[in-house]
């Protein structure tokens, strides 16, 4: 329901004589076939968009007719589209604060002088809110760029856009085809100080050829660059133009042409790098190259290409998509949402936003919201696993601006918000109730906890044929893929040694009775001797005819042999315990499932059940139970499928050859399936899910949250 059309603050304006200054420029756009007016301050380069009927009445206020005059005329004209005198006394406002409205009344000297001191505050206070972002101006560049822009033949933008498109397309798919390469550089390789060094080298130049970049675009297509400078952005000098004159264009594509020049200029020097860096040999000038990659295709794609973060991917998002002031209006929409759902105030404005636009606001907020947050806690945690404090402080800083600023703003406004007086109860109770239903949401109501696992099909211990004794296998006793019975011999391994032993202990055992016989009667004490000597001589050949013994390797159970590379063993030297086959039961009931450390007390301690999926079968949920841990945390893998190379979840390190060597602790769990399916075969893929004591949502994330840093710091 919109506003009453009539204010009782209108006697205070209704008498003034307005008029637009001359320095004020009207642009016109079109956005989804609607017109909006765009004002271009000529004085400090900021542009005003301002819809149809807004502009009707600052295109009647000349000076001399009142502002009371002027409005009666539009609202008569217009009738039911006409703003009312509440909003035209808000766009009157922000007019006059944005210095474009000049009154029937000389200004004050030190009204001017206020003004421009508050401006100044503000300039300087937007500089130092953002640590990260400081903007300091040096010099004019237009006369420069505008002499660049005149020796560009007519249809470089034609040969620019191909160059680009031979560039960047072919690395794109090299960068694919070499991924592994490119993303095995640790963190303390990146943040050690050689390579900040040599970033802190690199990052100016390339951020120099981006703003060139928009301000060549800018100045070709007609645009006014009167500022360039130098921006502390990340604690790094980057230097920077302000282009904003293209917003005045009313063409879009323009407008996302000057955007997207900086974007297509680091691709560019990305693709170049790229084609760089595969070339050469490991050495400075190879460091150099993956540096500028890393600049320019991380930050673009994360950073300043990214449409959530207000950067030049934000520009071209909404120039092409017809939005316009997409993140304000997002915020804007969301803040009288919750003024008129949570608190009951009617709209305080005509809404002029279509239905597509307001999907728009509705889903850009919050998602550009969570990834600012993500991305500057992603940012602080990788510093702080080189740079503690620096981290931290970073961290902190993060958190500040993310939920601290957001929140004081929200108290700020309902505070201070006239309309929320006559509704004083009802807004304590409003946010007492809710602060505490999302407190008791958070902290007190339990949950379902469930942990995630990926394991593979794993056979029993019987089932493995492991060599007990060492030797050389001599001829397989079974064909391959043949059903074979319990306890059916399989393998003979052949020990020349040990047959060796065997006949010299049976002589040295002959020897000694031969010995015990000899003086059976004569001395007795040496008759005990010799015969002790007897026994230990029969219990060594006993001990090596039981190892001869173990030559036979045997099916300890019923099922189908096979064995990896059949024609490689015979005559083959193995190890005792040595794999050598298998013996496969029509199905197995077994798991073997890798549990992470985040994970391990919970699998351990509150373990209430657990079920599991294959992935011949993801629509079939079969009950589980934990049958045998393996001892101690380990670092190798059972399985290639649970690499990140066998589409698993865990990262092996690259330079262990065959070995599937982790690059974190893990714990192994033995899990048998209560109903195993028949079609389940050796190595299959499986996902478990660990059922565990409900537990509110906020302590499940402050148990995430607290293994991240104990991680992270290695505490």
Request: charge should be positive.
């Given at each position: 329901?919109?506003?009453?059309?009539?204010?009782?603050?209108?006697y205070?304006?209704?008498?003034?004589?307005?008029?637009?200054?001359p320095?004020?420029?009207?642009?016109?756009?079109r956005?989804?076939?609607?017109?909006?007016y765009?004002?271009?301050?000529g004085?400090?380069?900021?542009?005003?968009?301002l819809?149809?009927?807004?502009?009707?009445?600052?295109?009647?206020?000349?000076?001399r007719?009142?502002?009371?005059?002027?409005?009666?005329?539009?609202?008569?004209?217009?009738e039911?589209l006409?703003?009312?005198?509440?909003?035209?006394i808000?766009?009157l406002?922000?007019?006059?604060?944005?210095?474009?409205?000049?009154?029937?009344?000389?200004?004050?000297?030190?009204?001017l002088v206020?003004?421009?001191?508050?401006?100044r505050r503000?300039?300087?206070?937007k500089?130092?809110r953002?640590?990260?972002?400081?903007?300091?101006?040096?010099?004019?560049?237009?006369?420069?760029?505008?002499a660049?822009?005149?020796?560009?033949?007519?249809?470089?933008?034609?040969?620019?856009?191909?160059?680009?498109?031979?560039?960047v397309?072919?690395?794109?798919?090299?960068?694919?085809?070499h991924?592994?390469?490119?993303?095995?550089?640790?963190?303390?390789?990146?943040?050690?100080?050689?390579?900040?060094?040599?970033?802190?080298?690199?990052?100016?130049v390339?951020?120099?050829?981006h703003?060139?970049g928009?301000?060549?675009?800018?100045?070709?297509?007609?645009a006014?660059?009167?500022e360039?400078?130098v921006?502390?952005?990340v604690?790094y000098p980057?230097?920077?133009?302000?282009?904003?004159?293209?917003?005045?264009?009313g063409?879009?594509?323009?407008?996302?042409?000057?955007?997207a020049?900086g974007?297509?200029?680091?691709?560019w020097?990305?693709?170049?790098?790229?084609?760089?860096?595969?070339?050469?040999?490991?050495?400075?000038?190879?460091?150099?190259?993956?540096?500028?990659?890393?600049?320019?295709?991380?930050?673009?794609?994360?950073?300043?290409g990214n449409p959530?973060?207000?950067?030049?991917?934000?520009?071209?998002f909404?120039?092409?998509?017809?939005?316009p002031?997409?993140?304000?209006?997002?915020?804007?929409?969301w803040?009288?949402l919750g003024e008129?759902v949570?608190?009951?105030?009617?709209r305080?404005r005509?809404d002029i936003?279509?239905?597509?636009?307001?999907?728009?606001?509705?889903?850009?907020?919050?998602?550009?919201?969570v990834?600012?947050?993500?991305?500057?806690?992603?940012?602080a945690?990788?510093?702080?696993?080189?740079y503690?404090?620096?981290?931290?402080?970073?961290?902190v800083?993060?958190?500040?601006?993310?939920?601290?600023?957001?929140?004081?703003t929200?108290?700020s406004?309902?505070?201070?918000?006239p309309?929320?007086?006559?509704?004083?109860?009802?807004?304590?109770a409003?946010?007492g109730?809710?602060?505490?239903?999302?407190?008791?949401?958070?902290?007190l109501?339990?949950?379902?906890?469930?942990?995630?696992?990926?394991?593979?099909?794993?056979?029993?211990?019987?089932?493995?044929?492991?060599?007990?004794?060492?030797g050389f296998?001599?001829?397989a006793l079974?064909g391959?893929?043949?059903?074979v019975?319990r306890r059916?011999p399989?393998?003979?391994?052949?020990?020349?040694?040990?047959?060796?032993?065997i006949?010299?202990q049976?002589?040295?055992l002959?020897?000694?009775?031969?010995?015990?016989?000899?003086?059976?009667?004569?001395?007795?004490?040496?008759?005990?001797?010799?015969?002790?000597e007897?026994e230990d001589?029969?219990?060594?050949?006993?001990?090596?005819?039981?190892?001869?013994?173990?030559?036979?390797v045997?099916?300890?159970?019923?099922?189908?042999?096979e064995?990896a590379?059949?024609?490689?063993l015979?005559?083959?030297?193995?190890?005792?315990?040595?794999?050598?086959?298998?013996?496969?039961?029509?199905?197995?009931a077994?798991?073997?499932?890798?549990?992470?450390?985040?994970?391990?007390?919970?699998?351990?301690?509150?373990?209430?059940?657990?079920?599991?999926r294959?992935?011949?079968e993801?629509?079939?949920?079969?009950p589980a139970?934990?049958?045998?841990?393996i001892?101690?945390?380990q670092?190798?893998l059972?399985?290639?499928v649970?690499?990140l190379?066998?589409?698993g979840?865990?990262?092996?390190e690259?330079?262990?050859?065959?070995?599937l060597?982790?690059?974190?602790?893990?714990?192994?769990?033995?899990?048998?399936?209560?109903?195993?399916?028949?079609?389940?075969r050796f190595g299959?893929r499986?996902?478990?899910?660990?059922?565990?004591d409900?537990?509110?949502l906020?302590?499940q994330?402050?148990?995430?949250?607290?293994q991240t840093?104990?991680?992270?710091?290695h505490?």
């Amino acid at each position: 329901m919109a506003e009453a059309f009539l204010s009782p603050s209108w006697y205070r304006v209704a008498g003034r004589r307005l008029a637009l200054k001359p320095h004020v420029a009207v642009h016109i756009h079109r956005y989804r076939g609607r017109i909006w007016y765009v004002l271009q301050d000529g004085a400090s380069r900021r542009v005003h968009r301002l819809t149809p009927t807004a502009m009707t009445l600052l295109d009647r206020l000349d000076g001399r007719r009142t502002l009371d005059e002027v409005w009666s005329e539009v609202a008569g004209e217009l009738e039911d589209l006409a703003p009312s005198q509440e909003q035209t006394i808000q766009i009157l406002t922000q007019l006059h604060a944005a210095d474009l409205l000049a009154g029937d009344e000389a200004p004050l000297i030190e009204e001017l002088v206020e003004r421009y001191d508050t401006q100044r505050r503000r300039e300087q206070a937007k500089r130092g809110r953002n640590p990260l972002s400081i903007s300091i101006p040096l010099f004019d560049p237009d006369r420069m760029l505008a002499a660049m822009a005149r020796r560009l033949p007519p249809r470089s933008g034609i040969f620019a856009l191909l160059l680009w498109l031979v560039v960047v397309l072919p690395a794109a798919v090299l960068a694919v085809l070499h991924w592994r390469e490119l993303t095995r550089t640790t963190s303390d390789q990146l943040l050690s100080l050689q390579n900040l060094a040599l970033i802190a080298c690199i990052y100016p130049v390339v951020k120099a050829l981006h703003e060139l970049g928009h301000g060549l675009v800018a100045k070709r297509f007609g645009a006014a660059v009167h500022e360039t400078g130098v921006m502390l952005l990340v604690f790094y000098p980057v230097p920077y133009v302000d282009a904003s004159g293209s917003a005045a264009f009313g063409s879009k594509w323009r407008r996302a042409a000057v955007a997207a020049a900086g974007i297509a200029v680091e691709l560019w020097l990305a693709g170049l790098a790229l084609f760089l860096w595969l070339v050469i040999e490991p050495g400075t000038l190879r460091a150099l190259a993956y540096n500028v990659m890393l600049i320019c295709g991380a930050s673009t794609l994360l950073v300043n290409g990214n449409p959530l973060l207000r950067f030049d991917g934000y520009y071209v998002f909404t120039d092409l998509m017809e939005v316009p002031n997409l993140g304000q209006r997002a915020n804007r929409w969301w803040g009288e949402l919750g003024e008129r759902v949570v608190f009951g105030l009617r709209r305080l404005r005509a809404d002029i936003a279509t239905r597509r636009e307001k999907v728009w606001f509705a889903l850009y907020a919050p998602a550009s919201y969570v990834y600012r947050l993500v991305l500057a806690f992603s940012i602080a945690l990788f510093i702080a696993s080189e740079y503690y404090v620096a981290g931290v402080l970073l961290a902190v800083w993060s958190l500040t601006q993310s939920v601290g600023k957001p929140l004081w703003t929200i108290a700020s406004r309902i505070a201070t918000n006239p309309r929320l007086t006559d509704r004083a109860m009802r807004v304590y109770a409003t946010l007492g109730l809710g602060g505490g239903a999302l407190c008791a949401a958070l902290f007190l109501v339990p949950i379902p906890h469930r942990t995630s696992a990926q394991g593979v099909v794993w056979l029993p211990d019987h089932a493995q044929l492991r060599a007990r004794a060492p030797g050389f296998v001599g001829a397989a006793l079974a064909g391959l893929d043949n059903s074979v019975s319990r306890r059916q011999p399989l393998f003979q391994l052949a020990d020349a040694d040990l047959d060796g032993r065997i006949r010299l202990q049976k002589a040295k055992l002959r020897e000694a009775m031969l010995r015990a016989e000899a003086e059976r009667f004569g001395d007795q004490s040496k008759l005990v001797l010799q015969l002790r000597e007897v026994e230990d001589e029969r219990a060594t050949l006993a001990r090596y005819e039981e190892r001869a013994g173990f030559r036979t390797v045997s099916a300890e159970a019923a099922g189908r042999f096979e064995v990896a590379r059949f024609g490689d063993l015979p005559g083959r030297y193995v190890k005792e315990g040595e794999t050598l086959g298998h013996v496969l039961p029509e199905t197995t009931a077994f798991l073997r499932v890798v549990v992470t450390q985040d994970d391990i007390d919970l699998v351990r301690y509150r373990l209430v059940g657990v079920s599991v999926r294959l992935a011949s079968e993801l629509g079939r949920v079969i009950p589980a139970g934990i049958v045998r841990e393996i001892p101690a945390a380990q670092d190798e893998l059972p399985s290639p499928v649970l690499s990140l190379d066998g589409g698993g979840p865990f990262a092996t390190e690259p330079r262990e050859g065959g070995r599937l060597r982790t690059l974190q602790r893990i714990f192994q769990f033995d899990v048998e399936m209560a109903e195993p399916p028949r079609q389940a075969r050796f190595g299959t893929r499986a996902y478990i899910r660990f059922e565990h004591d409900w537990e509110p949502l906020g302590l499940q994330a402050w148990r995430r949250v607290r293994q991240t840093f104990l991680a992270l710091f290695h505490a």
